[in-house]
């Protein structure tokens, strides 16, 4: 689940990155999620735990580095979302929102964690150092941080929106964040369990292996969330509609209607896939195709072809207005 | 199609609003040609096999015939007859055409003459030069505002 949240998460960065250099998008989201491809590259996805924390001492600073990651790249979500939600720039005088917030936030998780007493890298770093009351506080303090940033990022995202990619994208981030708060308790849980050494190891098991699905699970949604609008502005902007409609049109009628050479069908073919205004060439396409179907009987229409083209065609019907409102027409003859 | 330089003349010297309507642009062709327009619909039977719109100008009045059949492709047809109108184009005398219609017997006397719209290829330079321009006036006509972001899709990167 780490890595397939990964890789998620590399690909929206370097969409949003894409769209930012290329098309002038917003960059409110852009440096937490670099943050968090960082956070979770750090997870051992693509190089080892032990190898990148050997650069760092292997002294599981790794494990610090990680978690600090974690809580810039919610915290700077958060930020981003009050700043689509917010009719002003208000929420920036709250304390939470000043970045003075986010750094004694981090010195409250890395005083704790610098006072252990250090080990060797280890793959369950909190499960065998958690007796330590420095790295106890430390990870308790880390998860309470987390899940009160992202209880914050799930309130707001159920706020109404009018924009439907917006309110899909922040339903699906607030689920995501839902799912961390979750993991988050749960892990303090945990950690509590194992440090005072209650609810026996059954107990103990069960809330260890809850922590994964959940956590990551958050993760994932929240990568999955955050991917909407860029997904939805480069279906927008590439026409990806009308291309599928025109290179589907170009395919099953080129040849019948135009009498196009294979080569030239072909050719055809991939310059409706390139055509910088496929809208506009769709529209010559039902024209020429309406020529053919209304003054030229006996050319079949495939029924898939005809059923794109009565869309396509209504679309355009829907953009003019009717004739009869429009046009002084004489009763036909 | 590729535009060509007199279609985007031609379409700049109407002057149309920002996002145009149908009748925008036919009171810009009135206008233009200086005497009001008349739309038909017509049929196979009474336009011709193989004809699509017809325009016949009159000394007084133009009448714009066109084909009855899918909305956007009958005012294709519209903006074609349009066009021929706008590129000044003169016509043919209407003798002997259309047998049995009001104007068969009007001839060339009274200057009444017509274009009309043929789905035949090649189309010849004055019917190509028109179906260059009903296109161009076809993507002024379907042009459509751009809705502006609300703050959130801006933010979220829509």
Known sequence: MITAAFWILTAVFVVRLYLVTRWGSSTAFLAAIGIGVLGLFLGGVVVPEAVIDAHLGGVNVLHLVRNLSVTIAVWLIRDGIFAAYSLDASYQSRFTHRPIAIVLAAFAIAIPFSCQRFGPTASNFVPENVQQLPVFIYATVYMSILALLAMSVFRICLQPQMSLPVRVSSRVVAAGMGLVALASVEEIAYMTAMHIDVGGPSVQKVLYVLFSPLFYGGVLLTSLGLGIPPAVKAWRRLQVRDRAALVFLTATLGRTYWGLSYAAWLASILASLCASSPSARLYEYIIRSSDHKVALSGRATPVLAGRVLDRVQARFDGGVGSLESVLPVRAAH | ?158
């Open chain 2, 1 to 158: 199609m590729q535009q060509t330089k007199l279609t985007a003349d031609t379409v700049e010297s109407l002057n149309l609003p920002a996002y145009p309507t149908l009748s925008d642009l036919v009171g810009s062709v009135e206008e233009k040609y200086g005497k009001t327009l008349i739309f038909e619909e017509g049929t196979v039977s009474s336009l011709g096999e193989g004809v699509t719109g017809q325009w016949i100008d009159t000394p007084s009045h133009g009448i714009v015939r066109y084909l009855r059949g899918a909305k956007a492709w009958s005012i294709h047809v519209v903006l074609h007859e349009l066009s021929h109108i706008l590129l000044g184009h003169k016509g043919k005398p209407l003798d002997g055409l259309i047998g049995g219609s009001f104007f068969s017997g009007i001839g060339k006397r009274h200057g009444v003459s017509w274009m009309c719209r043929a789905v035949d290829l090649p189309l010849d330079e004055a019917e190509a030069a028109a179906e260059n321009l009903a296109f161009g006036l076809a993507r002024v006509l379907h042009a459509a505002p751009q809705k502006e972001a609300t703050k959130a899709e801006r933010v979220f990167g829509l």
